[in-house]
């Protein structure tokens, strides 16, 4: 089992930048792809962005591509979501998510999410 804890979130106004934290534990940090999804008001969870356990591949979401970045630390256990040049339509709650059966395969483990909130 792999747990997840998000933290980071909080209120910002458009155009600012919140850094969103992942800490993993349960297993091995460095054998996890893990991404990051958000669930909107009225709306489905969506994918926002991921990373292989080497970094070696990334992908994103269109509408957050060229201002979020997914980032990890393998020494730390701990997966980062920076967030920059937020949009009134980034709020949302963030959760985290991990899987270990490699980059692309079904997540697997879930965070508890984390409040983001933009303001105009």
């Known amino acids: 089992q792999v747990q997840l804890v998000e933290s980071g979130g909080g209120l910002v106004q458009a155009g600012g930048s919140l850094r969103l934290s992942c800490a993993a534990s349960?297993?091995?940090?460095?054998?996890?792809?893990m991404g990051w999804f958000r669930q909107a008001p009225g709306k489905e969870r969506e994918f926002v962005a991921a990373?292989?356990?080497?970094?070696?591949?990334?992908g994103y979401a269109d509408s957050v591509k060229g201002r979020f970045t997914i980032s990890r630390d393998n020494a730390k256990n701990t997966a980062y979501l920076q967030m920059n040049s937020l949009k009134l339509e980034d709020t949302a709650v963030y959760y985290c998510?991990?899987?270990?059966?490699?980059?692309?395969?079904?997540?697997?483990?879930w965070g508890q999410g984390t409040q983001v909130t933009v303001s105009s």
């Open positions: 349960g297993r091995t940090f460095s054998s996890l792809a």
């Open positions: 990373r292989s356990w080497s970094g070696g591949s990334t």
């Open positions: 998510a991990a899987t270990d059966r490699g980059y692309g395969s079904r997540w697997a483990y």
